[in-house]
């Protein structure tokens, strides 16, 4: 683990430390002076799991004593729209679909391993906060899947908007994941949902590595260049994600998965928002505390893309110098911190890492770098030059649509 030991005793006393694996949520009731903060929560559920929720609502607390605002803070209706939408019109970034399994068979092969229709069981390899996520193989194609398993009579009694339960954020994750495809984000590829059973399972590709802070020992981070490699493929996956109107709202060091090869992959998509053309305002800031953007401890309105670019830098600050910017011995305080306090750096840093980190970690989001801005920072491009342009589908089917030059000629090949 790479954070100082006091470090991880103050954030586990105020419950917000889900990007270490260990935090339990509790029901808290938020300052008044802060708009809701639904940490984010891994609504994952083995098959053996029992239901230990009472059904209540574990998020926002706050009476902010105006009605209005719980269309800011429960936008997951608009986002369901806007993508069921895109999906109706074929609108999707993927050159083949997710696979939509209605049927369930769940058995035991001749070695007494659990099966879920083609995958077997091998073992756990997480947990989140109301179950585990458990590695499979399938006997189609010999590969490993990691499957999160959920019921679905659970999921429809934990509360965690108003109007809203864990299933509508899971809905609402499979929806997002369902348009997405890129090298730099996990992808979905079942999703398994048989009507007359309680079970329902997210298939996903099998990540063999770690998350991109493990083992970066206790003295401090990873090194700049682990720390730029890994900046890259972040910053080249939320690219995308906001070129395609979604705002992650979850980006930690917890939330990014290295593949063997060093591959950095975006993982976990329960808080993200999707909204229409530019209009990405939002109110309701669902992240975890120390990653929270110091616009969205205020109570008002925020851009989400600039939240995001906040969190990576919170993520980058952590790959480097191995520890949070900003941490208080409460929730109040943390966010006290992060609207108030300067940012802290070592004299002897890289002046260009430096200042990439002050611009990432400006407190007025309309100064703050933008993720166009980071790629072509020069700490970011260093000796590998500038983050590869990524031709997603999408884009590239309309490319072959613009340049067909409707004289029967055909179109030209993009590569």
Known sequence: MFIKRNSIVKATDMDCCGCFGFWKPKKVRRPRTVMGNNISQELLLDDDVEDED????????????NDDDCEFRSPTKRSEEILKNRMQYNLICREFPVKETHTVLRTEDEDGNKTVNEYVRERKIGAGSYGKVVLYRSR??????????FHKSHLLKLRVA????AMTDV???VLIMKVLSHPNIVNLVEVIDDPTTDHFYMVLEYVEGKWVCEGAGPQGGLGENTARKYLRDVVSGLMYLHAHNIVHGDIKPDNLLVTASGTVKIGDFSVSQVFEDDNDELRRSPGTPVFTAPECCLGVTYHGKAADTWAVGVTLYCMILGNYPFLGETLQDTYDKIVNNPLLLPDDMNPLL???LEGLLCKDPRQRLTLEDVA?????IGEDGPIPQYLCWCKRSKLKREVFDGSGTGTRTLL
Request: hydrophobic content about 25%.
């Open 54 to 65: 009472d059904g209540s609502y574990n998020g926002d607390m706050t009476d902010t004593g």
């Open 162 to 165: 108003p109007s809203e339960t």
């Open 376 to 380: 072509q920072h020069a700490w970011v």
């Open 140 to 149: 189609s194609d010999g590969k490993y899947y990691a499957i999160k398993a």
């Open 171 to 173: 809905f609402r994750e």
């Open 354 to 356: 430096k200042n990439l």
